[in-house]
């Protein structure tokens, strides 16, 4: 296991459980998966089994239009360990999860896939350091199951992401991740931020670590995710490092390339001035004046969008901008 950049203190057990909340919520979104649903459920039957501690399955129907939620609800009646969110319309994996987090009871949350490229088998493996100091394990599918048209991209997406955000984690979009509690109810999953959420956690100062699990190919049905997923990913990139690293400082962002700009400009532009004043040049023939005219201009614009974003944020800096790991009084 690749070890978490920040120190792994290994001084928080496991809070005790709640008499009535289970030990491990299992949380599984999904969009048509009526043939792998009863697998799945099996699986996690029998992996839970062997852990002999007590769990709910929190499934959450994304809008399917086959017979995902009939399936769903046979299984809810029959175990009541089983929860079933139905959302009205696909509203997208964040959103599932998002639900899901918030009707998990458990100490432990783990999330996965329902396509039964996720194997169950590993949630005691994900689980595990969540005991010993860790607050999230996501997994990394190592050996992947699928088209080279997705495992190209997505070996660049997770590179890109990994240099950008600072975490130093392989695979950022696996679907099997485990947490301690307090972590999801703390993390706001949205628009499609499911990607970025070691990143999320990570920021908010979580120990976030990473295990390789097993990937198998899809049986049935297929991937929800055309290639549009990369462009949406990386949009999702610039939003979640606009809106974490910089929401509360952005004239460190716009004002360090404003004053790079402007810097690059004047000094541009004073040389050619020095060489008119000195009459080796005229300026009308320099195009080059222009070029310095423009990185000022440039450079001005982006420290007062900068400082407009200060005034900006302002307003909100009164909201939580840190985040508490215990407090003893
Ligand atoms: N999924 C979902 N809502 C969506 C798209 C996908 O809940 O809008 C679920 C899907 O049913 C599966 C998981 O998210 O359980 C991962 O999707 P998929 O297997 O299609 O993605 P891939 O494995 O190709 O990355
Ligand atoms: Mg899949």
Redesign the pocket.
């Known amino acids: 296991m690749a070890k978490p950049k920040t120190k792994q203190s290994g001084d928080t057990p496991v809070p005790p459980q709640h008499e009535d909340s289970p030990f491990l919520s299992i949380v599984?979104?999904?969009?048509?998966?009526e043939e792998s649903l009863p697998e799945l459920y099996q699986q996690i039957l029998g992996v839970m089994k062997k852990i002999g501690k007590t769990f709910e399955v929190i499934f959450?129907d994304?809008g399917s239009t086959d017979g995902s939620f009939p399936v769903l609800r046979n299984l809810r009646e029959s175990d009541p360990r089983v929860k079933v969110v139905r959302f009205r319309r696909?509203f997208?994996?964040s959103a599932?999860l998002s639900v899901g987090f918030q009707e998990a009871r458990g100490t432990l949350i783990v999330t996965m896939?329902?396509?039964l490229?996720d194997d169950p088998a590993e949630i005691p493996g994900l689980i595990e350091p969540l005991q010993n100091g860790y607050d999230m394990i996501s997994g990394w599918k190592r050996k992947r199951h699928?088209p080279l048209s997705?495992t190209i991209p997505s070996r660049f997406f997770n590179f890109v992401t990994a240099k950008m955000t600072g975490i130093p984690i392989h695979d950022f979009?696996c679907?099997l991740k485990a947490y301690r509690s307090e972590v999801v109810k703390e993390i706001g999953v949205y628009g499609e931020l499911h990607r970025y959420i070691p990143a999320l956690a990570h920021w908010a100062g979580y120990r976030v670590g990473e295990k390789v699990v097993q990937h198998h190919p899809?049986k049935h049905g297929r991937?929800?995710?055309g290639l549009s997923r990369f462009f949406k990913g990386f949009l999702d990139l610039l939003t979640v490092l606009f809106t974490t690293r910089y929401i509360r400082r952005p004239l460190h962002l716009f004002g360090l390339w404003g004053i790079v700009s402007f810097i690059v400009g004047v000094a541009l532009d004073g040389y050619l001035s020095i060489e008119w004043i000195l009459g080796r040049t005229s300026l009308s023939n320099r195009p080059l004046f222009l070029v310095g005219f423009l990185f000022i201009i440039i450079g001005i614009q982006f420290v007062s969008i900068g400082l407009l974003g200060e005034m900006i944020t302002r307003q909100e800096r009164n909201e939580q901008a840190y985040s508490i790991r215990e407090i003893l009084k």
């Open positions: 599984v979104p999904l969009l048509n998966e959450v994304d696909n997208g994996k599932a896939d329902a396509d490229q699928d997705k979009n679907g899809r991937t929800k995710f």
